[in-house]
């Protein structure tokens, strides 16, 4: 293949590449690897092949962590940046999450507003910058990792990956099922409604991308109106202020409260840091980055503080039969008496609403599959669709059993993504921006390495950084189960969760110079 080269984004391929054949491991073109998964993976199962054969022409999608050329892209998804993700967030589990404001930290609705506004605006912008890699590479999220943390980094990336979009797949799974079952208490046991929910999600992630890009381009519309819905039946219940002010915490405790539910917004947000380039590398490359970014942003903030806040306003309501509802059946039976005036067309919404969760399961259950492709050349060599079961069946198995323990789940869960998606941004960051810029130590990405460990970098100076990270984590943390040095001093009696703030910091200044040594150590 001819060099090629993006100016903006120092983006360059070279020669063939060193990827897996039936023989093993050896030069093949890119061609072959790359732009004919279909041919790759029927020949490499024999008699299974022809099985596997059928579902491709059926549509099912064979390409899995494979880099998508530059003349295999498409200019049809370009606006799905915006619709793809104001469908995957205008969802119940979204709402859940505002509920945590009240729920957990006593914060009225102005505080837990202002945290939402705050530190959601620069979750987003981080996410919004993994975006744009998307479409410059040709790569899926975990693959890009593999540019700053090599081979070894980037796996450990996907096993972290692999068990945050489980952990979303589990919350989605048991919120959904509570919802059902109340749409007709007693009549729909929670496990089956877990079990349903969790099939639905499981159909367009197996036929694959573009079935995904199409449902996520329309499912939007009606949960936007249901979510007005809500908005209106709330304020006729009545948020009551003043009754919430009476509870919340002051002074340190209060700065605590806030800091800890920060930290649960920014990984609502960064959560899907990990995964953003998976449903934009299919785009053209030389869409700008200004672009992509803008509509990543507005895509993610606006559906996700429009519905958390929400999820905080619902929770200020002081009737006693909906702070009943909330504390017995949850955020879904919360939902569930906030409808309840309608009676049967709320009955209607309220299976709307708890079906809303595929639309974020769908993206939780698909890149759960390219991460664990991710992990090496065994497991991108199992077709993408037999991973995506996969994690269908662990997370609906983890949300049967977790079914019970829905808040602290989705709590502890949120805070612990917020720490390790903060320091991978701020890696794959400064690997873009400071070492392959162009001009830079390396002068951009050769993209045809991204399945030679031998051309990939060794990888020490992301592990190190990731490491660094994780200290700053574990030293800032304020967990129910374990609260770090710094964590307690900067806070009241339980401490000030400062985990995501300082693993940020902690990796952005240590992996500079590491990077810059391993580069003059290595060349690569």
Known sequence: MADKSFSDAGIKEKGDVEVVSEEGTGPIHHKTADTEPERAI????????????????LGVEARGVERIPEDMRDVTHIWNNIFMWWSVNTVLTTISIGVLAQQLFTLTLPHAIATILCFGAIGTALTAFIATLGPKTGLRTMIITRFSSGYVGGTIYS???ILTQLGFAVTCVILG?????????GTLPLVAGIVIIGVLSLIPCFIGYDMIHYYERY??????????????????????????????????ALSSDILSFGGIVFGSFTGWGPVVAD???????????KKIFLMTFVGLYIPICFVEILGAALTSISDPAYVDALANGGTGGLVAQVLSPWKGGGKFILLLIALSVLTNNIANTYSAGLSIQALGRPFAMVPR??????????????GIAGRQHF???????????????AWFIVIVLEEHFLFR?????????????????????????????????AAGAVVGMAEVWYTGPLGKMAGAEFGADLGFELAFGFAAVTYPPLRWLEIRLTGR
């Open 219 to 252: 499912a939007w519309m009606p949960l936007f109106v249901v979510m007005l819905f809500l908005w209106g039946l709330g304020a006729k219940a009545g948020f009551d202020l003043s009754t919430e002010a009476a509870h919340e915490d002051t002074g340190r």
């Open 437 to 469: 810029r162009p001009g830079g130590r390396l002068g951009g990405y050769n993209l045809d390495d991204w399945d030679s460990p031998s051309r990939l970098p060794v990888g020490i100076a992301g592990v190190l950084a990731a490491c660094f990270g």
């Open 177 to 185: 099922g509570q919802t059902l079952a109340s749409v007709n208490p």
């Open 42 to 57: 029927v020949e490499r199962y024999g008699f299974l092949g022809p099985y596997i054969s059928k579902l491709f022409e």
């Open 385 to 398: 669709f037999f991973w995506t079961f996969f994690g269908f069946v662990v997370y609906t198995v983890a």
């Open 407 to 421: 808040s602290d789940i989705l709590s502890n869960f949120l805070s612990i993504l917020g720490y390790w998606t």
């Open 159 to 161: 096993i972290l990956n």
């Open 279 to 289: 449903y934009n590398c299919k785009m053209p490359a030389d869409i700008p980055a």
